[in-house]
């Protein structure tokens, strides 16, 4: 049985559009692409025939190459394309390719430049896939913000309850993050760049079979033309010792997981049955256990934490290897980026995919929310107290502070404490009741919802006009 990846220990994407799209097959297809791409140009600039480029075009198919043999041959050459180059043109000798089409294959180029500029195909064909599912998580949060406005809770700070905010500001917080990861994500899907410098960066066997041709294209022509086959930017110069470009990319993969981990796990907090506040979609098939019929387990938050908690740890092998990286082809840092970069765009897809559907179907508790927000009592608003009381009590806010601890800790209520140490003339008890009410505590939360919903609408804007 030939050896596969289906994603059977990676639940985040098994299943789903990034185990189809940045498989095996996917990146033996880009490279396949960038090399028949490659041909293509050379024949539209009469370096080899129209019969040469289209035999290369017809076995460029990755359905005609046995991967699982590739995989055994690719540690002979420490990359995939030394053994694929081979495959290539055995296929072309025996389709009776024209003669010359296995020289014009690959024609001045390295390995590196087919490879990276296969992971940046990978990258564009990924995000294509990735944003929408992004924009449609992003759209259902800011509907959540939106209906949910005004409709106080209870925050959190280090696991206690804090102060009173806003469910719609919760889910705003969320979007926010979403926002500014996914135009970092757009960003770099807009940038990314054909890798093209031949042996060291220099292009010297292009640029020496070019000045003996009857050609008059030069390398920039012809790499600026292969970028646009490819749909890539050109950057008019080899990146092959500069890792920036991957970095920005697998940054910004990371951040897309990081921003969704942080709105997985909060709803993972929220839809403890002791807490009650949200509780993911009920599907068909999802969330059962093996053992206990009664569990809804919470897949979907659960496997934002998960791609959450594995995104840093690539994201640092691509770092230290482009940190690391020596002379005009890395010795191991340049391979070490491949399968890290590959995962964090899988991870992202799935968490995408996930977040998706958690954020289009989340139920939210507004009983729990409310009764959860009473659990810490008048003492979530010692704040206020603290502010307002502190000039008509005497000792001010130490004072304030022992009256709180005393409500903690005896059994009296912090109401009733205070309506013994202030006097009517001070605080009327409507005032008192005024004072009390988380719903009056809210500061800057409406606003904040409001400015995030209204950047939100400028995003969907954009990328709504470039569709």
């Not at 189809?20 to 396949?32: C, G």
């Not at 049955?273 to 599907?283: D, F, K, N, T, V």
């Not at 191991?332 to 954020?359: C, F, Q, S, T």
């Not at 009390?436 to 939360?445: E, K, M, Q």
Request: aromatic fraction near 4%; charge should be negative; glycine fraction near 8%.
């Amino acid at each position: 049985m030939m050896n596969a990846d289906y994603g059977v220990l990676n639940p985040v994407w098994a299943g789903g559009a990034g185990a189809r799209l940045a498989d095996d097959a996917a990146f033996v297809q880009a490279m396949l692409d960038v090399e028949a791409a490659w041909v293509r140009v050379q024949a539209a600039a009469g370096l080899c025939t129209a019969a040469q480029s289209a035999a290369v075009e017809a076995v460029a198919d990755v359905g005609r190459y046995d991967l699982a043999e590739l995989a055994a041959l690719t540690p002979d050459g420490a990359n995939a394309l030394i053994p694929l180059l081979g495959m290539m043109r055995a296929r072309l000798v025996d389709d009776g390719a024209p003669a010359g089409s296995g020289t014009a294959l690959h024609r001045g180029a390295t390995s590196q430049d087919i490879i990276d500029t296969a992971l940046m195909l990978l990258l564009s064909r990924g995000i294509r896939e990735l944003l929408p599912r992004l924009r449609s998580a992003a759209s259902g949060l800011a509907e959540l913000a939106r209906s949910y406005d005004d409709t106080p809770c209870i925050a959190r700070s280090l696991t206690q309850h804090a102060l009173p905010t806003t469910f719609g500001w919760k889910a705003a917080s969320w979007l926010s993050a979403v926002l500014a990861a996914g135009r970092q994500l757009e960003s770099v899907a807009a940038g990314l760049q054909l890798q093209w410098g031949g042996a060291v960066g220099t292009l010297a066997s292009l640029d020496q079979f070019l000045s003996t041709s009857a050609s008059a294209a030069d390398s920039a022509q012809l790499a600026a033309q292969l970028a646009n086959q490819l749909q890539l930017s050109d950057p008019q110069v080899p990146w092959h010792t500069n890792r920036v470009p991957l970095l920005q990319a697998g940054s910004a993969l990371g951040a897309v997981i990081a921003a969704l981990g942080t709105f997985g796990t909060d709803v993972l907090t929220a839809s403890r049955p002791e807490i009650g506040e949200l509780s993911e979609p009920r599907e068909a098939g999802k969330g059962g256990s093996s053992a206990m019929p009664q569990k809804q387990n919470p897949v979907h938050s659960l496997l934002l934490r998960t791609a959450a908690l594995g995104a840093p740890g690539l994201v640092s092998t691509l770092f230290t290897a482009a940190g690391t990286a020596a002379d005009e082809r890395p010795d191991g840092g340049w391979h070490a980026e491949w399968p890290a970069l590959r995962e964090l765009l899988r991870l992202a897809i799935g968490a995408a995919e996930h977040a998706d559907v958690l954020a289009n179907g989340l139920t939210v508790n507004e009983p729990a929310l409310a009764r959860n927000l009473a659990l810490g009592g008048d003492a979530v608003l010692s704040e206020r107290i603290a502010t307002v009381l502190a000039p008509v009590i005497t000792g001010g806010k130490p004072s304030i502070q022992k009256l709180v601890l005393r409500s903690l800790t005896e059994p009296i209520g912090l109401r009733q404490l205070l309506r013994l140490e202030v006097s009517h003339a001070d605080l009327s008890d409507a005032q008192l009741d005024a004072l009390l009410d988380p719903a009056g505590y809210l500061g800057s939360a409406a606003r904040f919802t409001h400015t995030v919903l209204a950047d939100y609408a400028l995003w969907k804007e954009s990328w709504l006009s470039h569709n």
